[in-house]
Nanobody, 127 residues
């Protein structure tokens, strides 16, 4: 059974940094797209970034480009999201997702059913 466990969220001040972690288990992830989504209070879940098995990354939200970096350690089934220059607008629950099938997945809008999901980690940025 696939499990994704996020960690690293918390309270940070405007302009601060956080590093989110996602540990995946119960499946094979080396050939699959991994992604980070976020859902601000009262809003839809948005895909922020995705990464393939070779480390190639794509970013889907303009406001995080240049501030957030997605990376992965395939051997450890771990995906990271480094978040710098955080803004109160970044306050959200952040979710790790793993594609159910192999290959690069970058459909827009994203099909949520194509992913396994973690339970999320809350990031709160205070002004």
């Amino acid at each position: 059974q696939v499990q994704l466990v996020e960690s690293g969220g918390g309270l940070v001040k405007d302009g601060g940094s956080l590093r989110l972690y996602c540990e995946a288990s119960g499946g094979t992830f080396s050939g699959k797209t991994m992604a980070w989504f976020r859902q601000p209070p009262g809003k839809d879940r948005d895909r922020l970034a995705a990464i393939n098995w070779a480390g190639g990354a794509a970013y889907f939200v303009d406001s995080v480009k240049g501030r957030f970096t997605i990376s992965r350690k395939t051997a450890k089934n771990t995906v990271y999201l480094q978040m710098n220059s955080l803004d109160p607008e970044d306050t959200a629950v952040y979710y790790c997702a793993a594609a159910r099938s192999t290959g690069w997945i970058s459909d827009s809008p994203p099909n949520y059913s194509m992913y396994y999901w973690g339970k999320g980690t809350l990031v709160t940025v205070s002004s």
